[in-house]
């Protein structure tokens, strides 16, 4: 059973645990913890404003994470959405799960749109993206806001 709850500080070894791996060695990406200030404080990068962040858990091991990061003007980027592999596809679920929780945060909090940043990489997510209602756009439609990480390449937005 996959349990989505909010972040507290006992899961953050485990959001590491999941992220690192499936960046590095999955898709060799080459990014390290220290270049990730926001995994090293959850609370104070993410749980301000429209914010928040959620982990999957199957009993307490944390098997995937979603985050919302508050943009102003009722804007939001959805960020760090990962699972382990072992947990992933449609049967499982739990990409799935994670995502309407945070979509379902959004529409109690009044977010009107999301957006999001991939690299080209992540072609599984892609399709996960569009199938769940997300289109792709140009950097050049992102807000003023958004936060582009260096290895963004594919951009997404989300009416809610």
């Known amino acids: 059973m996959i349990d989505i709850v909010p972040?507290?500080?006992?899961?953050a070894?485990?959001?590491?645990?999941?992220?690192?791996?499936?960046?590095q060695a999955e898709f060799g990406i080459p990014i390290t913890l220290e270049a990730?200030?926001?995994l090293r404080d959850i609370p104070g990068y993410y749980l301000r404003g429209n914010g928040?962040?959620?982990?999957?858990?199957?009993g307490?091991?944390?098997?995937g994470t979603i985050a919302l990061l508050d943009i102003g003007e009722n804007q939001a980027a959805l960020r760090k959405m990962f699972v382990k592999a072992t947990h992933r596809g449609a049967e499982q679920g739990v990409a799935r799960r994670l995502l309407e929780t945070l979509l379902a945060w959004c529409r109690k909090r009044g977010v009107r749109?999301?957006?999001?940043?991939?690299?080209?990489?992540?072609?599984?997510?892609?399709?996960?993206?569009?199938?769940?209602?997300?289109?792709e756009i140009?950097?050049?439609?992102?807000?003023?806001?958004?936060?582009?990480?260096a290895v963004d390449t594919r951009f997404y937005r989300h009416n809610v």
């Open 13 to 23: 070894r485990g959001v590491v645990d999941v992220i690192l791996p499936i960046q």
């Open 7 to 11: 972040f507290s500080p006992p899961y």
């Open 36 to 38: 990730q200030p926001d």
């Open 138 to 149: 140009t950097r050049a439609e992102l807000p003023a806001s958004f936060p582009v990480m």
């Open 60 to 63: 307490q091991t944390v098997v």
């Open 113 to 135: 749109e999301i957006y999001l940043g991939t690299t080209a990489k992540f072609f599984a997510a892609h399709r996960f993206y569009e199938k769940s209602g997300f289109r």
């Open 52 to 58: 928040n962040f959620w982990v999957a858990l199957d």
